[in-house]
């Protein structure tokens, strides 16, 4: 199964900017969309932001005009771009595809934690 790799994550402070990565052992140009979730203490997993094979993006409204996703296809690696980071910003962030018929793609990875203080 693929395995997905997340790095960048860190702690800032309010205000501040991070860039995450995912890097992925598989061709993202093989599953149909690519996405970033968080996950913060008791919360349920939820999606932050995604990127079709075609380049289309979406994002969670909490996000929107803070973060930005893009993906390198050569090095299979996606990234998330967060500005203006909030205190709930704060949560395990994590990477996956999602195929055609709505499952996920790869093994989910460990993560990468973004902490934001306020």
């Known amino acids: 199964q693929v395995q997905l790799v997340e790095s960048g994550g860190g702690l800032v402070q309010a205000g501040g900017f991070l860039r995450l990565s995912c890097a992925a052992s598989g061709n993202i140009l093989s599953v149909n969309t690519m996405a970033w979730y968080r996950q913060a203490p008791g919360k349920q997993r939820e999606a932050v932001a995604s990127?079709?094979?075609?380049?289309?993006?979406t994002y969670a409204d909490s996000v929107k005009g803070r973060f930005t996703i893009s993906k390198d296809i050569v090095k299979n690696t996606v990234y998330l771009q967060m500005n203006s980071l909030k205190p709930e910003d704060t949560a395990v962030y994590y990477c996956?595809?999602?195929?055609?018929?709505?499952?996920?793609?790869?093994?989910w990875g460990q993560g990468t934690q973004v902490t934001v203080s306020s």
């Open positions: 990127i079709t094979r075609a380049g289309t993006t």
């Open positions: 996956n595809g999602l195929t055609r018929g709505g499952s996920f793609w790869g093994s």
